[in-house]
């Protein structure tokens, strides 16, 4: 038996329930002053305020939190996590605005990082992205999603998700795993796009759900990538072999991504930085989680996503770090909430259920995370700071004081008694 208890809670700030928030509910979270919180075998088993009872005093590990705010561990629902090489050669061509498709005959962009993925050993991608996972955790993250898409054939499609796997049951982060062949047409598919798309369907997905690597299929549906008419086709197949669809849309131009995502019910739609009206509604009217990416628009220099227009019209929004090598090489969740707050408007509580429960739904984990609640996971942050307010009001400093993963301090040390 392992027992943890969190004692002089100055604020427990978290949202409520095993579903994603939506509308008005997204901005309304439980705040107690003066809280405990006791775990046993990594989950949550009391929560209060007050006096602690005399019978939950004496656990193994204690920690006086000294007025200190507590959150729900953060969930990062889309990174790239797994990839080969870097691209910051291609900064300086960015601010002297050399077009992409510039940079991409140059030999730069994805197809730069899908050579460099390609290339590398299935050890050295595990090696650098555990690197990637222990930095996401001293930030606060204690779950998130890891798409592949940097191979575009068989061999290296399946060898990202195995390291996502190996590391899913080796590193103390929780990985949801999402296959994303189609994330760019390879090179020597240019002539064959209807090739390129019997190969995904008849042979990739196939071979990931017979390794059961996966558990949700992503597509780019994109001006220039894959229309909506080759996503559907795509994640039908994917269906068929029991992976849950997500859908890259609307973030260069709208083509009918967010539409589509709402009406075949994907789990979530990502980006959205030009979502249409018609999409809103689709999306609202599916169920479906967006997912935003307020890093990606602050690296790009571009358009933000219309958040409040979502939340007004009742999409649960969730925001995540879409860490990756190209358009937006930051992890940490915390300059997330910063910029979400300052460019989106959205409220602290909002904010807060859109890095926690709303992104736990959005990669099927709202059951088991995203909440300080009886019965999950016991994923906790303790951090610098006296309350929700304060925390995305910094900007710049890292505030994660101690880190909880599964009742384990993964950050930080404890302050108290240990029996």
């Known amino acids: 038996?392992?027992?943890?208890?969190?004692?002089h809670i100055g604020m427990l700030a978290t949202p409520t329930g095993r579903t994603a928030k939506a509308g008005r509910a997204q901005g309304e979270i439980l705040t107690l002053s003066d809280a405990w919180v006791y775990a046993k075998d990594g989950r949550i088993t009391a929560v209060g305020t007050g006096s602690v009872p005399s019978v939950l005093k004496h656990a193994d590990c204690t920690l006086d939190c000294a007025g200190k705010l507590i959150t729900p561990g953060l969930v990062d629902a889309h990174t790239h996590l797994v990839f080969g090489g870097w691209r910051q050669n291609e900064l300086a061509m960015k601010l002297h605005d050399v077009p992409y498709l510039d940079i991409l005959a140059q030999g730069g962009g994805i197809l730069s990082t899908v050579k460099a993925t390609r290339s590398a050993s299935e050890d050295?991608?595990?090696e650098k992205a555990a690197c990637a996972l222990d930095e996401m955790l001293r930030f606060g993250t204690t779950t998130c999603e890891a798409k592949s898409g940097y191979g575009l054939d068989l061999d290296t499609e399946l060898k990202q998700l195995r390291v996502i796997r190996r590391l899913n049951q080796t590193h103390p982060m929780d990985l949801a795993a999402t296959f994303m062949g189609a994330h760019a047409l390879p090179p020597e598919y240019r002539e064959k796009r209807a090739d390129y798309l019997r190969f995904?369907?008849?042979?990739?997905?196939?071979?990931?759900?017979?390794?059961?690597?996966?558990?949700f299929c992503d597509v780019f549906c994109e001006t220039g990538v894959f229309t909506a008419g080759e996503a559907e086709q795509i994640l039908q197949a994917a269906k068929e072999h029991g992976l849950r669809a997500k859908i890259h849309a609307d973030e260069i131009d709208p083509i009918g991504g967010s539409q589509l995502a709402g009406q075949i019910g994907a789990i979530s739609c990502e980006h959205l930085i030009v979502c249409p009206e018609a999409g809103?509604?689709?999306l609202a009217k599916g169920g479906t989680v967006a997912c935003l990416l307020p890093a990606t628009s602050f690296y790009l220099n571009t358009t933000y996503a219309p958040a409040r227009r979502m939340i007004q019209s009742g999409v649960p929004v969730a925001l995540a770090s879409d860490f990756n090598p190209g358009s937006c090489p930051c992890l940490n969740l915390q300059l997330v909430m910063n910029i979400a707050c300052l460019k989106y408007r959205m409220t602290p509580e909002e904010v807060l259920t859109g890095v926690t429960l709303n992104g736990a739904a959005a990669i099927a984990r709202a059951d088991r995370v995203g909440s300080v609640e009886l019965g999950k996971q016991a994923d906790l942050v303790i951090w610098d700071a006296p309350d929700l307010n304060y925390l995305c009001y910094r900007l710049g400093s890292d505030?994660?004081?101690t880190v909880i993963k599964n009742g384990q301090i993964v950050k930080g040390e404890a302050d108290g008694k240990n029996h």
Do not use: F, W, Y
């Open 280 to 282: 809103i509604e689709s």
């Open 1 to 7: 038996m392992n027992t943890l208890l969190l004692s």
């Open 124 to 126: 050295a991608l595990a």
């Open 399 to 401: 505030l994660a004081g």
């Open 200 to 215: 995904l369907c008849e042979q990739v997905i196939p071979a990931v759900a017979d390794e059961k690597l996966a558990e």
